[in-house]
């Protein structure tokens, strides 16, 4: 394990959820869940983090914000949606605004169902996003060696 | 535990009067609403004193423009501006006018009576 | 006069757990003007009623947020209840307004956590949030839901209350108060909070009642429009609607402390007498033509519900007006003259909800 899947460090953003699973985001954060015993810090910083949780199904004003924070994010990034709503939509799907889901905006790699989602599952999504993480990282040093050796011999 | 309801009319053109009485006795706005008709939007004024509402529902034809109540109840603004961007209301002498650009929705005007959007639609394709 | 710059604030940004965005005039460091731009939240929900019918729209309704869920199921069934001339029973009433005060002590703990993190006071934020995790297992104990609770339904609430559940409710409010003593010294005196919030974000008596403002941001400048001393549930339980006068952000946060431990009190002496019968009774036929408006005072201030029944199923509108909607006037003349250090500061006190706002 590297240093980044021992201590992730995650950004929140609210993409027109109705406020359920971001509470429930916090609370993970804070005492009875408490996600920073697994060294999990919430920063508010697209620059510093390495788990992107969304919450809410993404609507026309701010699927640009979803990207702009997306694109911010140092490689390797892992995006995890948080709440039916990020997942597709929910009880939302139908609404005039509401395009449906953050993968219809970004690649996602972990889902977490429910409205709201518990802090449990979070948690569980999270981890699940730590493994995913540590895989993106691996592979990404493949490349860079292969890179590099491929560098070295012309 | 019911509460009192009081609805009265009121004709579009009556509103900045009745806003500017109301707040020379003392009422608060509590509400503008806007509800989807045929032919017309309905608005919803809503003000309240001393616990005990007043609900005025005017009848806004398309295309007619609403004076604003801003310069009367300055906090108007978010209500005018969302009813714009939403049902295609103008109003006109606003405070704070955002033209348009309160809510960006993905259909314009979703709001808007379902005849009105027929029209439209037969008028681009035309 | 210095040359002004325009400073984005938000949509993302580490004091705002929702996304809002503020372009702010600045004369050096001094907000000269703040325009508020909104709409990252609007999802458009209230035009559902077209597809819902008037049952399911008590789900649609709980998650226009998720903070308030209650209040919004309390507002929206009894609109409803009101257009079809439903009587409640009396023990549904007092079921409604125990766990209507409930939510406020989540609510409002959940807010003073958020205001403590606001000005970096972490353990603070850690422990009003572990005191506010007690009343969420009595909503998951007595609904199965921790934040969404769905209590309350048309003709009445989900489930009664068993002696166990009454119990564990007056043991967790006894717990709660026995901390918020620890809670209300720390706000009240320790001076990083008072150097904080004194003075700051100040507006006066006058401005408010001009501004509309409404909840605890209005009863932080002594204007009492509290919605809750014109409810006969409330009534009966004696509520008087707490208020001081310096309309700052220091007076804001005294009020919610204070209102916490007035909600214990309420949800104690309801609890006390509670009416023995029915909890819910059956409702039959769809909403006659007609309108009805219905307010109920949430943790953040006065939401005002709208319905209009056609006669069908499908009612013709449900609209739902939030504190916040009208609280944001209010916070935009409070940042004129602020300084830019400040900005963060009085935007958490009107506790904006701006998913409540957008809909």
């Known amino acids: ?154 | 535990m019911f509460q009192e309801q009081r609805f009265k009319k009121l004709s579009p053109e009556a509103v900045p009067g009745k806003a500017e009485e109301l707040k020379a006795e003392g009422y608060r706005m509590v509400q503008i609403c806007g509800i989807t008709g045929e032919g017309s939007t309905e608005l919803v004024y809503s003000f309240d004193k001393d616990h005990s509402l007043v609900n005025y529902n005017v009848t806004v034809p398309f295309g007619t423009v609403v004076k604003s109540i801003t310069p009367t109840y300055w906090a108007a603004f978010v209500y005018e501006n969302e009813i714009h961007d939403l049902f295609d209301v103008e109003f006109e002498d606003s405070q704070l006018d955002y033209k348009g650009n309160f809510f960006r929705t993905s259909t314009k005007t979703p709001w808007k009576g379902p005849e009105a959007k027929e029209a439209e639609r037969w008028e681009r394709e035309r | 006069m210095g040359k002004r710059t325009i400073v984005p604030f938000g949509p993302q940004h580490p004091a705002l757990p929702e996304p809002v965005h503020l372009d702010l005039e600045l004369d050096g460091e001094t907000v000269v003007r703040a325009v508020p731009s909104i709409g990252y939240v609007h999802r458009g929900l209230e035009k559902l009623v077209e597809t819902r019918d008037y049952q399911q729209m008590t789900y649609i309704m709980e998650r226009v947020c998720g903070i308030c869920s209650m209040g919004h199921g309390y507002g929206y069934v009894n609109a409803v209840e009101g257009l079809m001339g439903v009587e409640v029973p009396d023990r549904a009433k007092v079921l409604r307004v125990v766990f209507h005060e409930l939510s406020r002590v989540h609510s409002h703990l959940l807010w003073l956590g958020l205001l403590a993190d606001g000005m970096g006071f972490d353990s603070l934020f850690m422990q009003c949030w572990r005191i506010r995790e007690k009343v969420l297992d009595v909503f998951e104990t007595v609904t199965g839901g921790r934040v969404i609770v769905s209590y309350c339904r048309i003709g009445g609430v989900a489930c009664d209350l068993t002696p166990e559940h009454i119990s564990m409710i007056l043991k967790v409010c006894d717990e709660v108060e026995k901390e918020m003593d620890w809670v209300r010294r720390v706000f009240f005196l320790d001076s990083s909070v008072r150097n904080r919030l004194i003075g700051v974000g100040q507006i006066s008596k006058d401005e408010m009642v001009e501004l509309c403002g409404v909840g605890p941001t209005a009863r932080g400048s002594g204007v009492d429009n509290d919605a809750r001393s014109a409810d006969e549930a409330y009534q009966a339980l004696g509520f008087e609607p707490i208020l001081y006068d310096e309309g700052d952000c220091y007076a804001r946060c005294k009020v919610r402390v204070d209102e916490v431990s007035q909600s214990i009190e309420l949800i104690r002496k309801a609890l006390g007498d509670l009416p023995e019968g029915e909890w819910r009774v059956p409702v039959k036929g769809n909403p006659p033509a007609g309108q009805f408006a219905f307010r109920v005072e949430q943790p953040r201030g006065e939401a005002y519900y709208y319905v209009k029944g056609n006669g069908t199923k499908f009612l013709d509108r449900a609209r739902v007006r939030t504190p916040t909607n009208i609280n944001i006037p209010t916070m935009t003349r409070m940042l004129q003259g602020c300084g830019m250090q400040d900005v963060s500061m009085i935007i958490i006190t009107i506790d904006p909800c701006i998913s409540c706002t957008e809909r």
């Not at chain 1, 995006?79 to 219809?104: E, H, P, Q, T, W």
């Not at chain 1, 996003?129 to 592979?139: D, P, Q, S």
Request: with cysteine; charged share 25%; glycine share 10%.
């Open chain 1, 1 to 154: 394990m590297s240093c980044t899947s021992k201590s992730p460090w995650i950004l929140h953003y609210d993409a027109s959820s109705c406020n359920g699973c971001d509470i429930e985001v916090l609370a993970c954060l804070t005492p009875i869940y408490d996600a920073e015993r697994f060294g999990v810090i919430n920063t508010g910083d697209p620059k510093q983090a390495d788990i992107f949780l969304i919450t809410g199904a993404v609507n026309d004003q701010n699927k640009e914000v979803v990207r702009q924070l997306y694109d911010q994010m140092p490689e390797p990034k892992v995006v995890v949606a948080v709440g039916i709503c990020a997942c597709s939509g929910g009880i939302f799907r139908d609404c005039y605004n509401i395009l449906g889901g953050a993968d219809k905006v970004i690649p996602v790699d972990v889902y977490v169902p429910g409205c709201a989602a518990r802090p449990e599952s979070i948690i569980d999504g999270i981890v699940k996003g730590v493994a995913v993480l540590e895989e993106k990282r691996a592979k990404m040093e493949g490349e860079k060696r292969c890179s590099r050796s491929r560098g070295s011999r012309s």
